[in-house]
């Protein structure tokens, strides 16, 4: 992380800093559904780890300004152009983002513009004084359950993300969660109906490893928050209900942008299977590109 810039009312601890404990605590959310809250409803409305980590950060008698500005669906760009001058405006002291599903899930993706868009956001919030939260992201093919020509373009998308996500944390002294390993993906009492989610179980599990991350850093200082879930986990007639209703029209917006993209992706798996080539062609061209991204956005 930058040296302190000596914003007024902050104080260094183990070398990160804090606010006294005369001023609000700031924290400011961006990114997409993950973070808006999906999955984990609570008095009509998404709340999410977000929300549920804000409420174990403050101090005994010290006041907590928490903002949500993550929206279902949002992309890089969005959260570069529009969530991150909203942020910095705020003076966030603690800044989660998490962002990168949607992008994957989008014909225009583009491995080198998303790390250019987050190496921007990440850094301009750094500037600014804000401790940054990022975490990296399952694959949404094996979630999904999608067969091997359709989940593997979307592992190799997901892998770059998450490649980038990781060397920009480290350049940027972010608080990282690695949200991609198996404990997290594997135990489905975790996730919602919908997959891609996590339920109530799993919005509290990556508060509480949040919280873990930043207590550790004297960056949290109120109670953890509770791993007990309110509702139970989804059952399968649950997920099979939520894909019959719901999940229809998701899988519909989400198939007029990708699916058409991913079906020609899909192509391409297998006409370099049938060629006995393999498809070790397709991930060197993804290696390719991701090494360009990252040369090109650390270099800078």
Known sequence: MSPARGRAGVRPVQGIRVPAETEPLRFVALGDSFSEGVGDRAAGAWRGWAALLADGLAGPGQRLEFTNLAVSGALSADVAE????????????LASVVVGVNDTLRHTFDIGLFARRLDRVLGTLDAAGAVLLTACLPDPGRMLGL?????????????????????????????????????????????????????ERGHRAVAGAFHRLLAARGLARGPAPSPEASEPPPTRAGTVWWLATAGTGWVLRRSRDLLPQLLLLAAEELLHRDDGGGTGLLDTRAEAALAGALAATMGE
């Open 82 to 93: 529009d969530q991150a001058p909203r942020a910095v405006a705020l003076r966030p002291h």
């Open 147 to 199: 067969p091997a020509p359709l989940a593997r373009p979307l592992a190799r998308r997901r892998r770059s993300v998450n490649a980038v996500v990781h060397a920009l944390s480290d350049r940027h002294g972010a608080v990282h969660l690695h949200l991609a390993d198996p404990a997290w993906t594997d135990d489905r009492r975790l996730w919602s109906a919908d997959r891609l989610h996590p339920g």
